[in-house]
């Protein structure tokens, strides 16, 4: 009698413990969970790396931007480009797209730019030093800084800003200094001048920005 009394007091210790561990083992699962706000941090350090593995080809392209860049980025006034020629320092260096498409560089003078990919604007250029200056040019381009874009309206410090990767409307605003109290939230525009494609973009928030858009925020009236 008193094996089988010690025998049922064991078994229901067991079953007692295990009632007691089985919540704490949900809690601690629970509390593994990551919190939002964590998720949307993790998801922003992503999306401001994929840009920097876009250019280096490591990773393909899911949005509108990184495509473009993947596929063919068309040069434009105010981008700034890194141009390497092999062997010929004088001739590397940083160069500033003008108002007019154009760079200046030594021996060839100026190279029309505009609307050309960098491969394009290489290609260009070892076929330029080919005509009496350089035997076998080696010519890379590379996009240093992309053009800016323009903030207007009601703004506290509208002008030209210089572009990053992953900017948005929001975002765009917070460099400006954040709206007036005058701005109409729910009326914001783009002026887009793309890759040739030229339109007007009734905007949110969220709205990812292109090298040199135009944004405009429109005043309320009470």
């Known amino acids: 009698m008193s094996m089988k009394f010690l025998s049922m007091r064991i078994v229901i210790l067991?079953?007692?413990?295990?009632?007691?561990?089985?919540?704490m083992g949900m809690l601690s699962y629970?509390?593994?969970?990551?919190?939002?706000?964590?998720?949307?941090?993790?998801?922003?350090?992503?999306?401001?790396?994929?840009?920097l593995k876009v250019l280096e080809g490591r990773i393909s392209?899911?949005?509108?931007?990184?495509?473009?860049v993947t596929h063919g980025y068309r040069l434009a006034t105010d981008d700034v480009l890194n141009i390497r020629v092999y062997n010929e320092?004088?001739?590397?260096?940083?160069?500033?797209?003008?108002a007019m498409g154009k760079i200046l560089m030594p021996l060839i003078g100026g190279v029309d730019v505009m609307a050309k990919t960098a491969a394009e604007l290489s290609a260009e250029i070892e076929m330029k030093l080919k005509?009496?200056?350089?035997?076998?040019?080696?010519?890379?381009?590379?996009?240093?800084?992309?053009?800016?874009?323009?903030?207007?309206?009601?703004?506290?410090t509208p002008g030209h800003f210089s572009y990053a990767y992953g900017?948005?409307?929001?975002k765009a605003v917070a460099m400006?200094?954040?709206?007036?109290?005058?701005?109409?939230?729910?009326?914001v525009y783009i002026k887009r001048d793309f890759n040739g494609m030229k339109e007007i973009i009734e905007a949110h928030a969220d709205t990812v920005i292109y090298p040199g858009d135009v944004i405009t925020v429109k005043e309320r009236f009470f």
Not at 14 to 23: D, E, K, Q, R
Not at 176 to 187: E, F, I, L, S, V
């Open 89 to 98: 320092a004088q001739l590397s260096g940083e160069y500033r797209v003008d």
């Open 176 to 187: 400006a200094g954040g709206y007036t109290y005058r701005a109409n939230q729910k009326k």
């Open 14 to 23: 067991t079953m007692a413990l295990g009632i007691l561990v089985l919540p």
């Open 131 to 156: 005509e009496g200056y350089l035997r076998r040019p080696s010519v890379s381009v590379e996009i240093a800084s992309f053009r800016p874009y323009y903030l207007m309206g009601e703004v506290r």
């Open 167 to 170: 900017l948005n409307v929001i």
């Open 30 to 51: 629970a509390g593994a969970e990551p919190k939002a706000s964590e998720v949307q941090h993790d998801a922003a350090l992503r999306a401001d790396f994929k840009f």
């Open 61 to 68: 392209a899911e949005d509108s931007f990184a495509k473009v």
